[in-house]
C-alpha cells in the first residue's frame, strides 16, 4: 500500500489535538488542508478514522488502533532526529581504530588522550593487530581508521593514506655487546652475531628482511617473537642484538641499558600512516580525530 507519509504526520497531530483546527496551526497549514488530508487517507485505507463533531473529533476503533502504531513511528523518528543531532554535536558516537601495540603505545596515546579531552563523550574502539591485519579490517569496514607503519607500494586499494610520524629503526644491543659499541660495522659481519627479531607477521620483520635482501645478508633469528617490549627486555640481559624503531627505546637508552650500533650501510626510514577507505563514509566523529594530525 503506497501511502505518502505526509498523510500520517497530519492524521498524528490531528489524532493528537483531537481537533483539526489546532493539528493546523501546528502544521502551519488551513483547517481545510487537514481535513482533506484525513479524507484521502480514509480513502486509501478504505476505513473511517474519526467520528467528527462540531469542534471536536473522536478516534473511531479503527483510528484509534492506527493512531497507536504512528504515534510509537513518531516517537521512534523523534528519538532518531535526536540522535542524529547528538552525533552532530559530538554528544555521541564512536570511532573504530586498528593498530599494532607498539603503534599505540608509542605514537597514539599523546592523540587518544587529545580526544578524549576534547571529546568525552566519543567512544574510542581500539582493535590490536598486526599491520597485515589493520589493512584487512580497514577493508572490510570492521573498523574505521587504520595506523599501520608500512613500506607505501604495499598499500594497495581504494585508501586515502595520511603519513604522521617518521621511523627509523635501529640495531641495538645491551652491555653483554659492549665491544661493538662506538664502533661502525657492516651489516654482513653484524649477521654473524645471535639475533632476537619480531615474528614476521609484522611489518617491522618484513622491513629487516627487504633490508638484508638488499645487502644479499642471510641470518636465522635465535628468538622470534610477537611483543617489541619483550624483545627489549630479551636484549637488554644479553641473549641477542635485535632491530626495534628507535622511538621504542628511549627510555632504555637515557637508562644505558641498550646502546644502538652504528652501521656502515644506510638504514632508511619508513612512514607510520593514517588510512581510511574511501569507500566508506566518514563519520564526524572520526573526522574530528583525523584533524588531530
Excluded at 473529533?57 to 535526536?82: D, M, N, S, V
Excluded at 570492521?142 to 595520511?162: A, K, Q, T, W, Y
Excluded at 641495538?172 to 661493538?180: C, T, V, W
Amino acid at each position: 500500500m503506497d501511502i505518502n507519509f505526509e498523510l500520517y504526520k497530519v492524521f498524528y497531530y490531528a489524532g493528537k489535538y483531537q481537533n483539526f483546527s489546532q493539528a493546523a496551526d501546528h502544521l502551519y497549514i488551513s483547517q481545510s488542508a487537514v481535513s482533506q488530508s484525513i479524507k484521502q487517507l480514509e480513502t486509501k485505507l478504505n476505513t473511517q478514522l474519526f467520528v467528527r463533531h462540531t469542534k471536536k473529533i473522536k478516534f473511531t476503533p479503527g483510528g484509534e488502533a492506527l493512531f497507536k502504531h504512528i504515534e510509537q513511528a513518531y516517537y521512534a523518528i523523534k528519538a532518531g532526529e535526536r540522535t542524529i543531532q547528538s552525533i552532530q554535536d559530538l554528544q555521541y558516537g564512536e570511532v573504530k581504530i586498528a593498530a599494532s601495540d607498539t603503534i599505540c603505545k608509542y605514537y597514539l596515546l599523546p592523540y587518544l588522550k587529545e580526544f578524549h579531552q576534547q571529546y568525552p563523550h566519543i567512544k574510542i574502539h581500539i582493535t590490536n593487530r598486526p599491520s597485515p591485519v589493520c589493512m584487512e579490517l580497514l577493508k572490510s569496514g570492521v573498523v574505521d581508521i587504520s595506523v599501520v607503519n608500512m613500506l607505501n607500494h604495499e598499500i594497495d586499494g581504494p585508501f586515502e593514506i595520511r603519513p604522521f610520524k617518521s621511523i627509523q629503526d635501529a640495531f641495538i644491543a645491551g652491555k653483554a655487546f659492549n665491544a661493538l659499541k662506538g664502533k661502525k660495522i657492516s651489516l654482513e659481519a653484524l649477521a654473524n652475531y645471535p639475533f632476537l627479531l619480531l615474528e614476521k607477521n609484522s611489518t617491522t620483520r618484513r622491513f629487516f628482511d627487504n633490508l638484508l635482501e638488499k645487502h644479499k645478508v642471510t641470518l636465522i633469528p635465535e628468538i622470534e617473537l610477537d611483543s617489541i617490549d619483550l624483545l627489549i627486555e630479551l636484549t637488554k640481559i644479553g641473549l641477542g642484538i635485535s632491530y626495534v624503531m628507535e622511538d621504542t627505546i628511549k627510555d632504555a637508552l637515557r637508562q644505558d641499558d641498550l646502546f644502538i650500533i652504528e652501521l656502515l650501510d644506510h638504514i632508511p626510514t619508513r612512514q607510520a600512516v593514517i588510512i581510511t577507505n574511501r569507500q566508506m563514509p566518514v563519520p564526524l566523529s572520526v573526522q574530528k580525530f583525523l584533524e588531530l594530525f
